[in-house]
């Protein structure tokens, strides 16, 4: 919107009586709680879902009961403020984040405009895992109702389980139903005396890959030769791709139906070497494969089951030289977090291909009670190994899975306290990645004694990573986490009481002394911070720009 467009809109809203359900003002003067800003993203979004809106609105700079404009200091750094969408994302359901922020410079003072998308069809949107919504003016968790509400908006058209008239089981690859009958008794060991006697028409209806004998698209996914694929399309495939450390193309190659065949193909051009730890007594295994088995196979057919065929792309595996795995899927994750899913190890209770899932499930390919995604997580933990990464942005579905120790004080945490529960060790792992960690996640940490530092740069615990006492790592911990706070206040205010100094002098005098874990522009900022403690408590003073005495 353009600013005459803008004031418009921003008329249109004040001149509501009161604040309703897809509208809210807040005052923010100078801040503003970022956990209750998310709170507010995710009760805007569904409200507006629920009442069939375009969008709502949550407007800084005016007061919310006279509806007068005061103005706002909010993030008055257009990058500040554009950050948020991300920091949004980082925290609610499928990554949803404003449609757009806009600024407006009003004779009375700045206001803020946060246009806020309506949940999708089907999916409520959560924020730190907990869906809210309003009651009136009010800020409420969303109720039962309106949760159920919103998630039977989706009626689903299975693409997966339609009929294919001219398909017929001479289009189904020999070799993929032999598989399909071994996996099958696996899976199912009561029908093991039986499966033998049974025609390849009654297996694939037990399977429930075929609906009395007819051919579904199922069926051709899982188990069709390559030359039927048109009866799919072509993008029915999946793409390995081999990359270098630098992300340079080394190798690739592209798999077609049968996807019960190609599954072990690409597992067979996944180069999943051995890894070998550095030992430290008897704290690590020697070596280990750098991906479980397991791992890989669960993420290519967790891909295959969820994709979103409608959208005509392909399922793509990338492998970067002894690194990372990353296996992508078309398609919205449908549980409201990964959090979710791998803490409360629950199974999911909307599928995007039932009938895909169905059949996969009877194959041996997928778990679908809940245990799947969790078993990532503890393979990687076994290993101490980062945890797998999921962005569920774009509408896709990328999963990480890196094959090494990126950090080694983790590592450490991890072989010495095997009984870690796997929400710590999650948490662990955002202080490993340098993600930002709430307040409550902070302090449960620091109760722990497993970090050090200020929330905004936490670091792993000396006391937990390095209890040997070898001086060497002393030193090394000393240097990372840099002088205490009041040591460098007395180093400043005795070098400032010499004689006039300037900002760049105090710098280049205390530079060194701060932790090595802080980039330039936090040591500045540090710096400053301390300069004006000092001043507050009456120590030293600025009487010319840049000069401290």
Request: aromatic share 10%.
């Amino acid at each position: 919107m353009n600013p005459y467009e803008l004031k418009i809109k921003l008329s249109q809203l004040l001149s509501i009586k009161s604040e309703n359900e897809i509208v809210e003002f807040k005052e923010a003067n100078n801040n503003y709680d970022f956990v209750k800003l998310g709170k507010y993203f995710s009760a805007l979004s569904n409200e507006a879902n629920l009442l069939r809106k375009e969008c709502s609105w949550l407007v800084f700079g005016v007061e919310d009961k006279s509806h007068k404009i005061v103005g706002t200091k909010y993030r008055e750094n257009r990058t500040d403020l554009d950050n948020l969408k991300k920091e949004i994302a980082d925290r609610t359901s499928n990554r949803i984040t404003f449609q757009e922020i806009y600024e407006l410079k009003m004779p009375e003072g700045r206001v803020v405009l946060f246009q806020i998308p309506p949940a999708p069809k089907g999916l409520p949107i959560s924020f730190d895992g907990h869906f809210y919504g309003r009651d009136g003016e009010s800020l409420v968790p969303l109720n039962l109702e309106e949760i159920e509400r919103i998630r039977n908006q989706v009626i689903f058209n299975d693409w997966t389980a339609q009929i294919i008239q001219d398909a017929t089981i001479e289009d189904l690859d020999e070799l993929a139903i032999k598989k399909a009958r071994v996996e099958f008794s696996k899976r199912n060991p009561k029908y093991a005396e039986d499966i033998d006697s049974w025609d390849d028409r009654k297996f694939l209806d037990k399977a429930k890959l075929t609906i009395k004998g007819k051919i579904t698209r199922t069926a051709l996914i899982l188990l069709g030769k390559d030359e039927a694929e048109h009866f799919l399309g072509s993008f029915v495939k999946i793409r390995w791709n081999l990359k270098t450390i630098d992300n340079q193309d080394k190798d690739f190659e592209i798999f077609s139906i049968p996807f019960i065949l190609a599954i072990d193909e690409v597992n067979k051009r996944i180069r999943n070497l051995k890894y070998r730890y550095l030992q430290e007594g008897t704290l690590f295994p020697d070596e280990v494969l750098r991906y479980a088995p397991f791992s890989i196979r669960e993420s290519l057919n967790n891909a295959i089951a969820h994709q979103d065929y409608t959208k005509a792309a392909r399922i793509n595996v990338v492998e970067f030289e002894d690194d990372h795995l990353v296996f992508s899927n078309y398609g919205a994750f449908l549980p409201c977090s990964i959090e979710n899913v791998v803490l409360n190890d629950t199974p999911e209770e909307i599928y995007r291909n039932p009938f895909l899932v169905e059949a996969m499930k009877n194959l041996d390919m997928i778990e679908t009670q809940g245990g799947g995604i969790r078993k990532l997580f503890n393979f990687q933990r076994q290993r101490f190994f980062p945890m797998p990464e999921y962005d569920i942005s774009g509408g896709k579905v990328k999963v990480t899975i890196v094959g090494k120790i990126v950090d080694e004080e983790f590592a450490r945490i991890l072989a010495k306290n095997p009984n870690l529960s796997i929400e710590d060790i999650i948490l662990l792992d955002k202080v490993q990645k340098t993600k930002p960690v709430t307040d409550t996640e902070y302090k449960h940490l620091k109760k722990l004694r497993f970090i050090e530092g200020r929330k905004n740069n936490p670091y792993l615990s000396f006391k937990i990573v390095h209890p040997s006492g070898d001086p060497q790592l002393k030193a090394d911990y000393i240097k990372n986490r840099g002088l205490e706070d009041e040591f460098i206040k007395k180093y400043l205010f005795d070098y400032i009481k010499m004689g006039k100094v300037s900002r760049k002098d105090i710098d280049k005098f205390i530079w060194g002394k701060l932790p090595d874990v802080l980039d330039d522009k936090k040591k500045k900022n540090k710096i400053m911070n301390l300069l004006q403690e000092l001043r507050k408590e009456g120590k030293i003073t600025s009487p010319e720009y840049g000069i401290w005495v």
